[in-house]
């Protein structure tokens, strides 16, 4: 009888197995420290993959199956040509034996031939047929000398991006918390428009970066999320942004009754949120917006509207039938299309065609209203541009979407099942995360070509004038965790970074837009200088620029990169306002989120930034009285805030500062503003090409957008823009405010000066938490 096989395969084999598909069997956290991933999470990743490892036996033949395939075969799925002025073939040819004839059939219609020489002098060779390639995603076939035949997707792009067109400085903002006194309920379109076109004539800005304006995933009766990191589908926007009045059709509509009786109630909204202390209610608006498109809608689209409507739908093809199916149906299923009949569950089945058929009128309305809110977003950006601004709109790219969503239901070929997005444990957060978003296939994405990441992008630069990538790292590799797992039992699984850079790259120059990558946190080694090398830039945040490799203390400005965006803050920090005066802490503390004694959080945070106000005043950037202390206007009674009984409006949260300047609460915004103003003083200071101003900050609140670790503690993504006193500020009264003007005007004369010169590189230590 016949010994039992182990219940795991051998170490030496599972590992073999994984780094022939991506998957990594270890991982750094830090780098004199490595850890080693368990056999159940490469098992997992391997199985999503689809190759089997469930035991010693499935193993060895995946092995040899993998080791056989790559051994005999020609070309991989995608092959990278950099265009670069000396042409050079493409690595993967040059494997390819002698005699290997080659043909290329590129975008444009044109068609090279050639053959694998051993002297690449040869003028017929690999080099010379891919010399000067014009830029695209091209189909390349190599027939070797024993008759065996490969094709390829040979992506030709631009050695890098262009650099931003002139060193600038932009604004940071929420669109939703931007309320105007014609907002229903929460920022729009028509808002962002208004907001560029002050921003770019009055005070010189060059960009405005919004959060992620993707289409979300409805409630079903339940709240939507409100967070603009998990959506539905990334390559359609939301309909709640559209401003309705600015629909063509609205004029014909506005007089009636219930069109009258919708806007009263908008007001309502508006005015809850900004008079009366309520949270941004994105579903409440919503379904104001649904009856008024609904109206609209039934209005016939006049002729000069038809054309540019088809065109519109003819471009985006399948994708948008598929994303406005997935609404209609979830209408009628509820928003997890897991949870559909089984037929519905695969957008190419026969009863998902009869379905669509059936609630053809509402595929329609969701098709229009992609269209519309696509048109507005279109105007936005070229009124940036028409405003003066270089850059114009700075749009959000999500890490990922939501499992139950459009996207997971229309591209599930392309996403890795029973498998989401996270970040193994750091020195931020010992349990590591899970993001709760089913990461892309790096297998189908190449064999496809890389479509679904070229059409996303392309459908993002329709409107932006530059991208940001959320977890640029995600290029590179995504820690995968296995569903019902713990994200300590993940694994990282590696893209191809040079064909994922190449599209980007590609995409990118093709709309003349500037692409920025989010790549705080924990960064693989090597990993910035490959972004830096493609005109990717970076992302600096001042707190966490420090002089890591020497004595740590706050970076010299000189010694910034010049490649990245640089900020004092983002949408997952504290405003300036509250780090200055250590409120951040306090809040923290009040909501239990600390894990060491209070009294040694806000001593560490009141050296760090006392160091960082030192720093501002040896360089002659900040002269107030207080500038050494750095809590002095903090040490009120508030912490934003109160989950007391009764404590608040009708939301049970107070979101006033409850900072208690005392008797010296003139002199103490005053000296606020001036360290705010130091703050920025600095990063014009810097060589960074792009330096963004967090909106808020213009006008002192206190209260972070997004406070990471909370869900119901903290009203994530519902705020309002508000002043130091907490008061909602709308868009009108923020355009008005001295302070934020002087602000700008310190931005202003920074970059118009140039700043100062320094190092390409960068030292800042990671510093984000998702």
């Known amino acids: ?47 999503a993959l689809g190759v089997d490892a469930s035991g010693p036996a499935a193993v060895r033949a995946a092995l040899a199956v993998r080791e056989r395939e790559l051994r005999e075969r020609l070309l ?31 975008e444009q219609g044109e068609t090279r031939q050639g053959e694998i020489h051993r002297g690449e002098t040869h003028p017929g060779g690999a080099r010379a047929v891919a010399a000067h390639l014009p830029p695209g995603v091209h189909r390349l076939t190599a027939t070797a000398p024993d008759g065996r035949t490969a094709t390829a997707h040979l992506i030709a792009a631009p050695p890098r991006l262009p650099t931003p067109p002139e060193r600038s400085y932009g604004l940071l903002v929420q669109l939703y918390s931007v309320l105007s006194r014609r907002s229903w309920g929460m920022g729009d379109l028509g808002d962002l428009a208004e907001l560029t076109a002050w921003a770019g004539r009055t005070v010189g800005a060059g960009f405005v970066q919004v959060n992620p304006l993707h289409a979300a995933v409805p409630g079903g009766g339940a709240p939507t999320d409100p967070s603009p990191y998990r959506p539905s589908s990334r390559r359609f926007p939301d309909p709640v942004h559209l401003r309705v009045e600015d629909v063509p059709e609205f004029a014909r509509v506005a007089g009636s ?16 949120v900004l008079g009366h202390g309520a949270l941004i209610d994105r579903d409440a608006v919503w379904e104001l917006k649904r009856q008024a498109l609904e109206i609209i809608l039934d209005v016939p689209l006049a002729p000069a509207g038809r054309a540019p409507y088809d065109d519109f739908v003819a471009e985006q093809g399948q994708a948008l039938q598929d994303h406005a199916t997935w609404y209609a149906l979830a209408e009628a299923h509820g928003p997890d299309w897991h949870r559909w009949p089984a037929g519905l569950q695969d957008p190419r089945s026969a009863e998902t065609t009869r379905a669509r058929t059936d609630l053809k009128t509402r595929v329609d309305f969701h098709r229009r209203l992609a269209w519309l809110t696509d048109a507005q977003l279109t105007a936005a950006q070229r009124t940036a541009r028409e405003a003066g601004m270089p850059v114009g709109i700075v749009h959000d790219l999500a890490v990922g979407v939501h499992p139950g969503g459009a996207d997971a239901w229309a591209q599930q070929d392309h996403f890795a099942a029973g498998m989401s997005v996270g970040a193994p444990p750091d020195a931020f957060n010992a349990r590591g995360q899970d993001w709760g978003l089913p990461p892309w296939r790096p297998d189908r ?28 790292m995600g290029l590179f590799r995504l820690w995968w965790v296995p569903h019902d797992r713990p994200p300590t039992e993940g694994t990282y699984v590696r893209y191809d970074a040079d064909a994922m850079l190449a599209v980007l790259v590609l995409e990118a120059s093709r709309a003349g837009a500037v692409v920025i990558g989010e790549d705080l946190g924990t960064v693989e080694a090597g990993v910035r200088e490959r972004l830096r090398e493609r005109g990717v830039l970076g992302t600096s945040v001042l707190w966490f620029e420090r002089d890591w490799d020497g004595d740590g203390r706050p970076l010299a400005p000189g010694r910034w990169r010049a ?64 500038a050494g202390h750095g809590t002095d206007a903090g040490r009120g009674t508030g912490t934003g805030v109160d989950l007391g009984p009764g404590a608040g409006h009708a939301t049970g949260v107070d979101l006033g500062t ?27 200071h810097t060589p960074a090409r792009m330096i963004g101003v967090w909106l808020p900050d213009g006008v002192g609140d206190r209260r972070p957008q997004n406070l990471p670790g909370t869900s119901d ?46 190092a390409a590189g960068g030292a800042g230590r990671p510093g984000k938490t998702e």
């Open 1 to 47: 009888m016949a010994a039992p096989e182990p219940a795991e395969p051998p170490a030496e084999e599972l590992s073999r197995l994984a780094g022939l598909h991506g998957v990594a069997t270890s991982y750094s956290p830090s780098p004199d420290r490595t850890v080693t991933a368990s056999a159940t999470a490469i098992t997992a990743a391997l199985g």
């Open 257 to 272: 009754d219930r069109v009258r009786g919708l806007l009263d109630r908008a007001a309502l909204l508006r005015r809850a």
């Open 445 to 472: 994405l190449a064999a496809s070509g890389y479509e679904p990441f070229r059409r996303l992008l392309r459908a993002l630069f329709r409107y932006a004038g530059a991208l940001r990538i959320d977890h640029v």
């Open 563 to 626: 490649d990245c965006l640089a900020t004092a803050t983002t949408h997952d920090l504290p405003p300036t306002a509250a780090r200055l005066t250590g409120e951040h802490v306090a809040l923290r503390d009040r909501l239990g989120l600390l894990t060491r004694p209070v009294e040694q959080e806000r001593s560490e945070a009141a050296a760090d930034t006392g160091e960082w106000l030192a720093r501002l005043t040896e360089l002659g950037l900040l002269h107030d009285r207080g």
């Open 76 to 106: 991989p799925p995608a092959v990278v040509c950099w265009n670069t002025a000396e042409p050079t073939a493409p690595a993967a040819l040059a494997t390819l034996p002698a005699g290997t004839r080659l043909r290329i059939e590129t």
């Open 658 to 684: 409850g900072v208690d300047l005392g008797t010296g609460a003139g002199r103490a915004a005053t000296d606020e503003e001036a360290r705010v103003q130091a703050v920025h003083r600095f990063l014009t």
């Open 713 to 758: 503690q903290y009203p994530n993504w519902r705020l309002p823009v508000a002043d130091a006193d907490g008061r909602p500020v709308t868009l009108e009264e923020l355009t008005a405010s001295p302070r934020l003007r002087a602000l700008t005007d310190v931005l202003r004369e920074g970059t118009g000066r140039g700043g100062a010169t320094g």
